[in-house]
């Protein structure tokens, strides 16, 4: 590992640990995903800010699914809680769903499993879905 690689993963470890994870908890989900001490500090402390607060997560349920850290928070996690936020608050869904199949979906099978399902009852879930609707925060908690 050069010097440089070992400053990047030593930040986001500490970044990590900030947030209340151990550094096992930070190995743990490195071992899954190697990948995820390559993005930047920033990323981390954006991505672990909106799981816990706008979807109520605990730190440790995020390490245990690191690939979450590697999706785009802007065009793919938003649009897509913005979605499930209006199809549970409409009572069209369950909120007991794990919510790690969302977003993880590819873009067809996500538009299909939720969007075009819902679109005749719910015409706002293509808003959602295009990012024009403001993603509030889910007020259940979510499984991952």
């Not at 993963?9 to 390559?38: H, T, W």
């Not at 009572?91 to 007991?96: A, S, T």
Request: charged fraction near 25%.
């Amino acid at each position: 590992m050069s010097m440089i690689s070992k400053t990047v993963s030593e930040r986001n470890i500490e970044a990590c640990k900030s947030f209340g994870l151990s550094e096992d908890q930070v190995y743990s989900a490195f071992k899954m995903q190697p990948i995820f001490m390559l993005i930047s500090e920033k990323t981390i402390n954006k991505m672990m800010k909106f799981f816990l607060t706008k979807l109520n997560l605990e730190p440790s349920a995020i390490c245990k699914y690191p690939n979450l850290l590697l999706l785009s928070l802007e065009k793919r996690i938003i649009p897509r809680c913005s979605v499930l936020q209006l199809v549970i608050s409409t009572g069209f869904m369950n909120e007991d769903i794990k919510l790690f199949h969302p977003l993880t979906r590819s873009e067809k099978k996500f538009v299909e499993m939720l969007v075009r399902k819902y679109q005749q009852v719910l015409p706002a879930i293509v808003k959602a879905h295009e990012g024009k609707i403001e993603f509030q925060g889910c007020p259940v908690v979510l499984k991952l």
